[in-house]
């Protein structure tokens, strides 16, 4: 099965950058879709950036201009570069991967990480 585990996360004062970390092994990672998303308390879990597997970007209105998502295809690793943090942006965040693991090469699906807490402080 596909492993996903998230790094990076942890306290910062607004105005300030992280960067996350999702490194995936048990599936092929240079032809999946990634993504990152994020849940805060008392909300829906929602969508932050995507990357496709040709490096294409897609980003929420809320974080564009300000994350910058990238992935090291050699690594099967993904990133979140964080800037300009927002108390708004506390949330946890999940690495998604969408494609197919080694031992099920046939039946794309999707694959979450256990998240990664992200709290700026005001």
């Given at each position: 099965?596909?492993?996903?585990?998230?790094?990076?996360?942890?306290?910062?004062?607004?105005?300030?950058?992280?960067?996350?970390?999702?490194?995936?092994?048990?599936?092929?990672?240079s032809?999946?879709?990634?993504?990152?998303?994020?849940?805060?308390?008392?909300?829906?879990?929602?969508?932050v950036?995507?990357?496709?597997?040709?490096?294409?970007?897609?980003?929420?209105d809320?974080?564009?201009?300000?994350?910058?998502?990238?992935?090291?295809?050699?690594?099967?690793?993904?990133?979140?570069?964080?800037?300009?943090?927002?108390?708004?942006?506390?949330?946890?965040?999940?690495?998604?991967?969408s494609?197919?693991?080694?031992?099920?090469?046939?039946?794309?699906?999707?694959?979450?990480?256990?998240g990664?807490?992200?709290?700026?402080?005001?």
């Amino acid at each position: 099965q596909v492993q996903l585990v998230e790094s990076g996360g942890g306290l910062v004062q607004a105005g300030g950058s992280l960067r996350l970390s999702c490194a995936a092994s048990g599936g092929f990672f240079s032809i999946a879709a990634m993504g990152w998303y994020r849940q805060a308390p008392g909300k829906e879990r929602e969508l932050v950036a995507t990357i496709t597997s040709d490096a294409s970007t897609n980003y929420a209105d809320s974080v564009k201009g300000r994350f910058t998502i990238s992935r090291d295809n050699a690594k099967s690793t993904m990133y979140l570069q964080m800037d300009s943090l927002k108390s708004e942006d506390t949330a946890v965040y999940y690495c998604k991967f969408s494609g197919y693991g080694y031992l099920s090469s046939t039946r794309r699906r999707d694959y979450w990480g256990q998240g990664t807490q992200v709290t700026v402080s005001s």
